[in-house]
């Protein structure tokens, strides 16, 4: 069964930086997608940023020069360094992916989330 593992989050100061992992396990053939999303209280999940798997990528008009998502093919591993952290970041942020399996075919998955707290 697929799983998506996130890791990395934390507490930081504002205009600190973290970088978030996101690991995808199981039986996989191939990934389409992957990306970040986030949630903060009381507002709607939103797109941060995403990878497809040529390279392409996309971003948040709020974090574009800020954050950075790459991948790692191999490790299907998807990491989102984010620099320049500003209190409205501030979320649980979410990893996504679009993928085929062996058993199932294609289906898109969620990883339960890591909090990044910017606070001073």
């Known amino acids: 069964q697929v799983q998506l593992v996130e890791s990395g989050g934390g507490l930081v100061q504002p205009g600190g930086s973290l970088r978030l992992s996101c690991a995808a396990s199981?039986?996989?053939?191939?990934?389409?997608?992957m990306g970040w999303y986030r949630q903060a209280p009381g507002k709607q999940r939103e797109l941060v940023a995403a990878a497809t798997a040529d390279g392409s990528t996309n971003y948040a008009d709020s974090v574009k020069g800020r954050f950075t998502i790459s991948r790692d093919n191999a490790k299907k591993t998807v990491y989102l360094q984010m620099n320049s952290l500003k209190p409205e970041d501030t979320a649980v942020y979410y990893c996504h992916a679009e993928l085929s399996t062996v058993a199932a075919g294609y289906g898109d998955y969620w990883g339960q989330g890591t909090q990044v707290t910017v606070s001073s």
């Open positions: 199981g039986s996989i053939f191939s990934i389409y997608s």
